[in-house]
């Protein structure tokens, strides 16, 4: 763990309002851009002559646009392979942090592994090409629609596809961590509404097991207010028992909560309770997500504190158990309960907050995922994030 060095605190200071500006700048470049494309078109007059002058005035922009676009154009490999184009990074991050190939000899020396939950748009297949694109070292996606009950299965080109993209862009499938439906509440005392959210988590299990993926992450879910919450915890376990014993090797991760009302994983106490009462232990773990975690009071902002709350999580729930990260900053304040994520710079966490979880004993050889607002539409905020944060953590190395 890397502490802060009071001697160089104003300097320090100065560094993290200069990079929050950055990031800033960054989040107002599509702004900018949109802003652009609204002008308001000259309306075209009858008279040929106002037409002429207006083609060369038109043949003028383009050729501007042009221009920029070919200098602002990123060099990285990324869009060799694929038909993607990223708005630019600022110089200042760009000339620090150029070379991919530096990201994956930082993450193999230090043992952190960061990525994004990125789409999987048009098949699972293509998610390991969007992950490498915004230079992630593991990645998070849906195994299938995450707002529908049913969805087709997979194709065994689509398995085949997904292997050999895994391969071809060198992901272990140990950092892979699909996300569970938005729909799926084990802890629902309806028998019948448990059932049906069952039937989507053993599937998306099942799923991984054809992807030969190793992890699964859930949201525990609610008692929706009809049920103590050691009855929803009790749900909870026995469904994921009974999923152990139809599935074979997948590690089934909960995922900690806000804190919304009802809600189920918000303290470290209802984890513990939940794998106190699993059967097969070697799979069952936890992921820990920063927004959750702040907002459901446990304060991470210091080094002091951030270090006090992991070793809380230790004594409770045990950290054997700690399988993944979700990385991201928090637009509500400290044991607000609301599960709103921000990007990293812009919340109430510090950019110091990050750094110490980059560096943290407790996250290395896990998955390491941002879900912060992908404000670009594209995806590239991620790459943006990603490049940032390792740089800023090699800096302490």
């Known amino acids: 763990m890397v502490k802060e060095n009071k001697g160089s605190t104003k300097n320090e200071k100065k560094n993290s309002i200069n990079n929050t500006q950055d990031i800033r700048n960054f989040m107002n470049l599509k702004k900018e851009e949109k802003d652009e494309e609204c002008d308001e078109k000259i309306k075209q007059d009858n008279n040929k002559e106002n037409i002429k002058n207006e083609t ?98 997979l194709t065994e080109e689509n398995i085949k596809q997904f292997n050999e993209n895994c391969k071809k862009y060198n992901f272990d499938k140990n950092l892979i961590l699909p996300h569970g439906s938005y729909l799926i509440n084990l802890a629902n005392p309806d028998k019948e509404k448990r059932e049906k959210s069952y039937l989507s988590f053993v599937d998306d299990i099942k799923r991984c097991e054809q992807l030969n993926i190793k992890l699964y992450n859930f949201h525990p879910g609610s008692t929706v207010g009809m049920c103590s919450t050691e009855q929803g915890i009790k749900n909870i376990s026995d469904c994921i028992n009974r999923a ?25 106490e ?63 304040d400290l044991g607000s309960g609301l599960d709103r994520h921000e990007n990293i710079g812009k919340g109430k966490l510090t950019l110091d907050t990050f750094k110490y979880i980059m560096t943290s004993k407790y996250f290395k050889n896990i998955p390491i995922v941002l879900e912060t607002p992908d404000i670009t539409n594209d995806e590239s905020v991620y790459k943006y994030e990603i490049e940032y944060l390792y740089k800023m953590c090699a800096k302490e190395q």
């Open 56 to 153: 060369i005035v038109q043949k003028k922009k383009i050729d501007k646009n042009n221009k920029t676009k070919q200098k602002i154009k990123t060099k990285s490999e990324t869009n060799k392979n694929v038909n993607i184009t990223y708005p630019s990074i600022p110089k200042s991050i760009e000339k620090r942090w150029e070379d991919y190939k530096k990201i994956i000899e930082y993450a193999k020396t230090t043992n952190v592994y960061l990525g994004a939950h990125i789409s999987a748009s048009g098949g699972v297949q293509n998610a390991p090409i969007n992950s490498f694109n915004v230079s992630g070292m593991a990645f998070a996606l849906f195994l299938k629609n995450q707002r529908k009950w049913d969805s087709p299965p």
């Open 244 to 268: 152990h014993k139809e599935t074979s090797n997948v590690i089934i991760v909960l995922e900690n909560s806000a804190g919304q009302k009802n809600s189920i994983g918000s303290k470290f």
């Open 270 to 332: 209802h984890l513990r309770d939940i794998i106190s009462q699993i059967n097969d232990k070697e799979r069952i773990g936890v992921c820990l997500d920063t927004c959750h975690t702040f907002a459901a009071g446990y304060d991470i902002k210091s080094y002091e504190k951030f270090e006090q709350v992991m070793n809380h999580f230790h004594n409770i729930v045990d950290s054997k158990y700690l399988k993944a990260v979700h990385l991201n900053d928090s637009k509500s």
